[in-house]
C-alpha cells in the first residue's frame, strides 16, 4: 500500500532504511513510471553539516525541508541535475532521505525515453548498468524537476508503496527475497567536516 505520514514522520535513518526495496511511482500522463528504491542517505539539520539546512538555516531553498514529513525537496546540483528527497521527522525538523539509487521496474520504456531519448532495448550495457545509479539519474528518468519541489508524497502523481500490485503491475519474483542492508559513509560532501564521516548511507547488498 501506499507509505502514509507516519511511515516519514520517525527517525530519519530508520526511514532511510526501510525506504530500501519499497518502490517510488511517479504518473506521468496517467502512467505509472516506477523504480525500486536500492540506495538512500540520510540528512539530520539539527547535527549534520551536510544537509542544506544545518543548525535549522532557513531560507527560501530549505523552506521544504521544515514542512509536514512526506513533502518532497527537490534542489538543483552542478546547475544541471536534479536530486528527489524525501522530508522526514516533525515539522519544523529539517531532515530528509536522499534517493541515490533504484531499479526500474514500472514502464521501463518510458523511464529509458525520460533518461537517453530511447526505449530500453536500444540502450548499450554501459547505460543499462547505469541506468539508475544516481540521484540525478533517477530525477531525469522520472522526469521529476523542481517543478515537483514542495509536492506531497501523500497523492496520487508521485509517492512510495510496498508492492507493484498497488499500482496494478506484478512484482518480480527476485524483489520478494530477503536482502541485507549495507551502511557506510554518504558521498560528495567533503567540505562536511565530522558529517563526512556519518554512516548515513545505505545500499541494498549486492
Known amino acids: 500500500m501506499k ?23 511517479r504518473v506521468q500522463d496517467g502512467v505509472p513510471l516506477v523504480v525500486r528504491i536500492t540506495e538512500t542517505e540520510a540528512y539530520i539539520g539539527r547535527v549534520d553539516k551536510a544537509c542544506h539546512a544545518y ?3 532557513r531560507t ?5 525541508l521544515f514542512a509536514p514529513p512526506g513533502t518532497v525537496y527537490i534542489y538543483l546540483i552542478y546547475g544541471m541535475y536534479h536530486c528527489l528527497n524525501l522530508v522526514t521527522e516533525p515539522e519544523g525538523e529539517p531532515c530528509a532521505v536522499l534517493l541515490r539509487g533504484g531499479q526500474a521496474r514500472g514502464n521501463p520504456d518510458l523511464l529509458a525515453r525520460n533518461r537517453y531519448g530511447k526505449g530500453m ?29 514542495g509536492a506531497s508524497l501523500l497523492g496520487d502523481a508521485l509517492f512510495v ?3 507493484l500490485e498497488d499500482v496494478g503491475l ?6 520478494l527475497l530477503p536482502f541485507s542492508i549495507t551502511a557506510g559513509p554518504r558521498v560528495g560532501i567533503d567540505y562536511a567536516e565530522e558529517a563526512v564521516h556519518f554512516p548515513w548511507r545505505y545500499r ?3
Open 3 to 25: 507509505l502514509d505520514a507516519a511511515f516519514y514522520n520517525r527517525d530519519t535513518c530508520q526511514v532511510a532504511r526501510d525506504l530500501l526495496g519499497r518502490y517510488l511511482v
Open 55 to 57: 543548525n535549522y538555516r
Open 60 to 64: 527560501p531553498r530549505t523552506e521544504p
Open 121 to 149: 532495448g536500444q540502450l548499450s550495457p554501459y547505460q543499462r548498468k547505469h541506468f539508475l545509479d544516481g540521484p540525478g539519474k533517477l530525477c531525469r528518468a522520472l522526469s521529476l524537476t523542481r517543478a515537483e519541489n
Open 170 to 175: 506484478v512484482t518480480p519474483p527476485e524483489d
Open 161 to 163: 508503496c510496498d508492492r
Open 204 to 206: 541494498i547488498a549486492p
